[in-house]
Each structure stands twice: as structure tokens, then as C-alpha cells.
């Protein structure tokens, strides 16, 4: 299997809880320099430094929303990709199933001695033949089998 999008969604869970812990520490920080009641030139600069490092925490809470959203994102694409994996996967699945019962039956009407014997469909022979990727692999995206649409 390609990805488990429930652990990648619960890392964007994560990501995301972490950013707004960090945003949250950052208005701590602010709201207890300026609650301190200091006064003066050296209050003033701390408190200009304390503001200016507050700025870049949030940076880095924002940037980590933006890797949770970007890890939903490939969470729903892993999705997608395996849902079109197992389509794929049970339409041949099928038309392979429906091939081999056809020429059950073909074989089941030479052998009954009509006189007429009757050959199978090329396509169906073809299907026959098929040797299928494993269970789940990406490779069942680039199958091409007869009477297999997209």
C-alpha cells in the first residue's frame, strides 16, 4: 500500500496543534512583557525585542498550518490514488471472470460434439492471459486490457 492517510492525517492534526501552541506562546510572551510594569529605555527595548520575536513564532505557527494543510492535501490525493487503484483492480478483475466463463462455455459446447467446433474470442483469450499486478499496487494504473474504459 502507497500511504496510510490516516497517519498523515493525524500528522496534520499534529502540525496544526502545534502551530497554534506556538501562536498561543507567542501572545503569552507579549501579554507578560507588557503586564511587567517596567518603564524605561531598556523596558522599551525588551519589549521591542520580545514583539519583533513574538513576530517570528508566528511565522513558524503559520508555517506550520501550511504544511497541515499541504499533508491533508496529499492525505486526500493518497485517497484518490488508492480508490482508483481498487476500480481498476475490480473491472478487470471482472472482465477477466466474465472471459474465462465464456470460454467455459465455449469449451463446454465443443465438447458436446455438435459437430461445430467454435473458437474463442481473441480478446478473450488475451484476457485470459492477463497476469494481474498484486493486490493494491500502483501498477494496476497503467493496465490495459481488452474492454477495459477509464
Known amino acids: 500500500m502507497y500511504g496510510d492517510s490516516e497517519i498523515i492525517r493525524?500528522?496534520?492534526?499534529?502540525?496544526?496543534?502545534?502551530?497554534?501552541?506556538?501562536?498561543?506562546l507567542a501572545d503569552e510572551l507579549v501579554a507578560r512583557v507588557e503586564g511587567l510594569g517596567w518603564t524605561g529605555r531598556a523596558a522599551d527595548a525588551m519589549r521591542q525585542r520580545v514583539t519583533d520575536r513574538a513576530s517570528h513564532l508566528r511565522v513558524?505557527?503559520?508555517?506550520?498550518?501550511?504544511?497541515?494543510?499541504?499533508?491533508?492535501g496529499h492525505a486526500e490525493s493518497v485517497d484518490a490514488v488508492r480508490e482508483e487503484i481498487a476500480a481498476t483492480e475490480a473491472r478487470v478483475t471482472a472482465l477477466v471472470a466474465d472471459a474465462r466463463a465464456r470460454i467455459a462455455a465455449i469449451a463446454?459446447?465443443?465438447?458436446?460434439?455438435?459437430g461445430l467446433q467454435v473458437s474463442p474470442d481473441?480478446?478473450?483469450?488475451?484476457?485470459?492471459?492477463?497476469?494481474?499486478p498484486p493486490t493494491g499496487h500502483r501498477d494496476w494504473l497503467a493496465v490495459d486490457v481488452p474492454g477495459l474504459e477509464r
Open 10 to 24: 493525524r500528522r496534520a492534526t499534529q502540525l496544526r496543534d502545534q502551530g497554534a501552541d506556538v501562536r498561543a
Open 60 to 72: 513558524a505557527a503559520e508555517r506550520h498550518t501550511g504544511a497541515a494543510d499541504a499533508l491533508a
Open 108 to 114: 463446454a459446447r465443443n465438447e458436446v460434439g455438435d
Open 122 to 132: 481473441p480478446l478473450d483469450e488475451a484476457l485470459v492471459a492477463f497476469t494481474p
